[in-house]
Nanobody, 126 residues
């Protein structure tokens, strides 16, 4: 059974940075489609970023140029570097993995992802 554990959330002022981590146990990441999602205070679930096993990445328009998704296969850890944070980035952030495919290009809808972490809260104040 794959377990994902996020860390790195917190409270920052607008313009600040945070780095989220997602450590996996029970399996290795290196052939999975991986992603970060967030649930906003309005309870909307949004895709933030995805990364393929070949390190190809894709981002939501709202975070392009500010967020960077990456993975360290040796540490079996997924990251999300968040810079220039805005109040509208306030949300619970979740990492997710789909072990059935190595590329996310077939779809990034949250329902396609099999394993989820418990979430880490990010709060950005103006």
């Amino acid at each position: 059974q794959v377990q994902l554990v996020e860390s790195g959330g917190g409270s920052v002022q607008a313009g600040g940075s945070l780095r989220l981590s997602c450590a996996a146990s029970g399996a290795t990441y290196n052939n999975y489609c991986l992603g970060w999602f967030r649930r906003t205070p309005g309870n909307e679930r949004e895709r933030v970023a995805t990364i393929d096993s070949d390190s190809s990445t894709a981002y939501a328009d709202s975070v392009k140029g500010r967020f960077t998704i990456s993975q360290d296969n040796a540490k079996n850890t997924l990251y999300l570097q968040m810079n220039s944070l805005k109040p509208e980035d306030t949300a619970m952030y979740y990492c997710a993995a789909d072990p059935r495919r190595s590329s996310c290009t077939g779809g990034t809808w949250w329902g396609l992802f099999v394993y989820w972490g418990q979430g880490t809260q990010v709060t950005v104040s103006s």
